[in-house]
């Protein structure tokens, strides 16, 4: 969390990709909301990456394995 920077929404394109182009450098936490989840109540873990100034940084960020989404259901 960034105090002087507020959050950002961001929509994927059609392959899954993002892009929040101008991010100050440091360090984000980078999270996403999927609604076949939300519905089971499991929650994709939120992931840390580091910002460089004019740099690219590279996260993939993913559901939680099938194990645990049965878990969560039965």
């Given at each position: ?51 460089g100034?004019d ?18 259901l039965?």
């Amino acid at each position: 969390t960034r105090p002087d920077v507020t959050g950002r929404t961001l929509e994927t394109d059609s392959t899954g990709a993002f892009r929040a182009d101008g991010l100050p450098p440091g360090r984000w936490s980078v999270g996403f909301l999927h609604r076949a989840a939300d519905e089971y109540g499991v929650a994709a873990p939120a992931r840390e990456v580091m910002v460089g100034p004019d740099a690219t940084s590279r996260i993939e960020l993913a559901l939680p394995p099938s194990w645990t989404l049965y878990r969560a259901l039965c």
